[in-house]
């Protein structure tokens, strides 16, 4: 699938009291017709790299894809039964 990143100009308090406010460009991921397919919870990526980087995550198939991967190159490289599980617990 593809995407597009937009971006948009947030307002930030940094005092309210003495009105104090803050400028900052975030990203959303849109698709082709500029619908928002991930905006952060609402608060947008502070940049287009993170954003870039959600997207393909998201859209490439995560956390389980990543695992897959993880597993072919270790039978590749002759490991057999491979857990990426074990790996990320280590300290």
Not at 50 to 77: M, Q
């Amino acid at each position: 699938m593809n995407y597009q990143l937009k971006s948009r100009t947030v307002r930030i308090a940094i005092d309210e009291e003495f009105g104090i406010f803050d400028t900052q460009i975030r990203f959303d991921i849109c698709d082709r017709d500029g619908n928002v397919i991930d905006d952060a919870q609402g608060y947008g990526y502070k940049t287009a790299q993170s954003a870039h980087k959600a997207a393909s995550y998201k859209l490439n198939g995560g956390k389980r894809r990543s695992d897959a991967a993880i597993i072919a190159f270790a039978a590749a490289c002759g490991i057999i039964g491979f857990d990426p599980k074990m790996v990320r617990s280590l300290p």
